[in-house]
């Protein structure tokens, strides 16, 4: 089993930053998919960053919305996984969740084993 504790959501203003962190239970093992998903008020939670542990920046995947403004990390000697959210929108306002030790598509929610409590990010 994997417990998973983001921090680092809050308030920010349009054009500015915020980092977020996961840290892990345990171990995360190579292969297994790692990633930061968000739902916003009555829309489907989607993918925003995932990346497959120990495979580099070659797997690592991330939505249109966020790209080349979100970069996505894994500090495997902390068991931490970050989110670094850069000229953020208003549009980025969502419950951002980490999920852990996904299979297959890293990108699909439904093949992730566990997943934290999420924290909540505001641009306004």
């Known amino acids: 089993h994997v417990q998973l504790v983001e921090s680092g959501g809050g308030s920010a203003q349009a054009g500015g930053s915020l980092k977020l962190s996961c840290v892990a239970s345990?171990?995360?093992?190579?292969?297994?998919?790692m990633g930061w998903f968000r739902q916003a008020p009555g829309k489907e939670r989607e993918a925003v960053a995932v990346m497959r542990v120990g495979y580099g920046d070659g797997t690592t995947y991330y939505s249109d919305s966020v790209k080349d403004r979100f970069t996505i990390s894994w500090d495997n000697a902390n068991k931490t996984l970050y989110l670094q959210m850069d000229n953020s929108k208003p549009l980025d306002t969502a419950m951002y969740y980490c999920?852990?030790?996904?299979?297959?598509?890293?990108?699909?929610?439904?093949?992730?084993?566990?997943w934290g409590h999420g924290t909540q990010v505001t641009v306004s």
């Open positions: 345990r171990k995360i093992y190579h292969r297994y998919c």
């Open positions: 999920a852990a030790e996904g299979g297959g598509l890293c990108r699909r929610a439904d093949n992730y084993k566990y």
